[in-house]
């Protein structure tokens, strides 16, 4: 048994590589179709502020001007090397820019994304329990209101409320700028200031996430509580339900105990989509609150034609969500043995 599970898991690893590969081979097509010619791709990478003649020498450099596959070769290798260029705009290598900006956004993400789970789990299995009654259709009208809005909307008025009305929050940005940032040791804000013991900082940064993460965590929560509310219904209506309350077990216990630990397994599946639709959604949410995450830094970067952050952000973020569904794909397999065998 240990050893069929550590083949599912080793395939799964190598369809998850493979399809990075894939991504990074189409990202790479794309770029020479936009820039054919090695002085176009050097233009792409260190701006247009230089003349031919430089072109030409940064060209050769950087080696636009060698043979596709091996430009193909050296782009995947300097990948899993985190070498993804100089940026345009501040002189220095892109994955330094990279790791100021994403781990912010992976804080605000992992905990919009838990929010979301954990409130569409909570409002599903109600609505499931309830069916065809106020409540259920209270939480159909409240998901199905937050899933059809725009994020930025939910992000504006979670904004005007809670931080211009009440008061309650700050509105814009990371952490209050006069407070000394905690030393970098796993890269994450939350996990930095715990481990430094900066309690202030933590403080100030978990008031500046809680509207971003809330604000994921509402423009997600839908698809989890109508799988839930779905997979629910179906598990109330099985024999071992049934048999359960001819036991005499109490409600709450069948609801939570019986029913629900057979409806969370589909819900696994539906994390990996959630992360990404929560990774996508980062963008205009960190614009909203001017939260300085790989959002903010892409949107930036867009604007100012910055190429190489572009592609870096793209590539990072897209193997980001394939890397979730093949830790998806493992947990799937953990909670119900038969996909292993699939």
Known sequence: MASRFLFFVVRRGVNALVTIIIMIALIFMIIHLVAPSPTDMARLYVGSHFNLQQLVQIAHRLGFDQPLYVQFYNYVVGFFQGNFGTDTIYGIPEILVIQEYFPVTIDMVLIGTFLGVGLGIFTGAIAAS??????DYGIKALYLGTWAAP???VGVVLQLILAYD??????????DPILLHPAVVTGLPLVDSILAQNWVYLYSYIQHLILPALTIGLISFGSITRLTRATMVDALDKDYVKLAYMKGLPRRKVIWGTAFRNAIIPIITLLAITFAFS????VVVEDVFAYHGIGFFAVTAAYDLDYPAILAITIIVGA??????????????VMDPRVRLT
């Open 320 to 333: 980001s969500v394939i890397v979730a569904n093949f830790i998806a794909d493992i947990l799937y397999g």
């Open 130 to 135: 309830n069916r065809n009654t106020a409540p």
């Open 151 to 153: 994020p930025f909307l």
């Open 279 to 282: 990774v996508g959604g980062a």
């Open 166 to 175: 009440l008061g309650l929050l700050p509105t814009t940005g990371v952490a």
